[in-house]
């Protein structure tokens, strides 16, 4: 039999397939409460009064909903995906909760959150993003698996922006799409701002140790870019394992006579984490 492809978590196709078939809220990896802590505490360490969240590749996670209750005020917030499926559906579903009558003794969150298509890695998404939300001025990146989606695609040539690398025209520049990805988040975050991720990944932003660059070039005097350096704008802070939820025990099948081992037979089971990541935006400016 022919191996099984694995799904193209890079496709936009295959998200909008997915969220067109069912709009069941879904989170990746952890649950939408396991990141409050670390949420809470950048809020608390923004120097504005009011951070700027933006969230990433948000799908129907229930985050998107707990950021507005963690935040304390929903105008602040933008739930972003490539998928417009799934942002019409947070934007319906964010309708729809508004619409109930209020809890007694409970505690309403004021305003509506911002609800956006943006695909992360293009550039005319993100110039056109920069003009909505006023430039550079996010406090808080949160990216709950999104990066690992990112990650299945290919490298990327670097379209746009860069303007200040010279004769753009005569090279070409590879690089892998978290870079990419790195960069343009740079170009959306302010001096100081933080980017949460939760990803399955012990070595998700290992690009960030200085010379481990993907990029290639083919310059006409072979020159290095280093504008390009994804480590130039951001800082690994903060790494830590977190472990997966407990599953309910199931049934493992031995293979010898008899079949199944039942669940109270001890099984070798590897521990299973995710990491936490926090990246601090450097002051090092990137043109637009
Ligand atoms: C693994 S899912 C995680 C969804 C959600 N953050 C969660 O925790 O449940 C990856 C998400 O990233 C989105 N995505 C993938 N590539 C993207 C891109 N280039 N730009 C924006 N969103 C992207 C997908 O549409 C999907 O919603």
């Not at 936009?12 to 078939?21: G, K, V």
């Not at 579903?93 to 956006?116: C, F, Q, Y």
């Not at 990327?156 to 690398?165: N, R, T």
């Amino acid at each position: 039999m022919p191996p099984t492809k694995p799904p193209a978590f890079s496709d936009l196709a295959y998200w909008d397939n997915r969220f067109s078939t069912t709009s069941t809220p879904f989170d990746w990896l952890v649950s939408a409460n396991a990141l409050d802590s670390l949420v809470v505490a950048s809020i608390r360490s923004s120097s504005r009064e009011r951070c700027k969240i933006l969230h990433i590749g948000c799908g129907s996670s229930e985050l998107s909903f707990r950021l507005g209750e963690l935040a304390g005020t929903r105008e602040n917030i933008w739930n972003t995906d490539y998928s417009r499926v799934v942002i019409e559906q947070g934007r319906a579903i964010e309708e729809k909760l508004d619409a109930r009558p209020p809890k007694i003794g409970h505690e309403e969150v004021s305003g509506r959150m911002n609800w956006t298509v943006l695909d992360l890695l293009s550039d005319e998404s993100i110039t056109a993003f920069r003009a909505e939300t006023q430039s550079e001025s996010f406090d808080l990146i949160v990216d709950k698996s999104t990066s690992d989606a990112i990650s299945c695609g290919p490298d990327l040539p670097l379209p746009g922006h860069g303007a200040s690398i010279p004769s753009r025209s005569t090279l070409s520049i590879i690089l892998h799409p978290l870079e990419v990805l790195a960069l343009n988040l740079a170009r959306l975050t302010r001096s100081g701002g933080r980017w949460i991720c939760i990803s399955y990944s012990s070595d998700r932003f290992g690009f960030l140790h200085p010379g481990t660059s993907s990029r290639t070039q083919s310059g006409h005097d072979g020159s290095t870019f280093c504008e390009l350096e994804a480590s130039r704008y951001w800082r690994l802070e903060h790494k830590e394992e977190i472990e997966v939820e407990a599953q309910p025990e199931r049934a493992v099948d031995s293979g010898l006579p008899g079949g199944g081992v039942t669940a109270k037979t001890p099984v070798f089971r590897p521990k299973e984490v995710n990491y936490s990541y926090i990246l601090v935006r450097t002051d090092v400016l990137l043109e637009p």
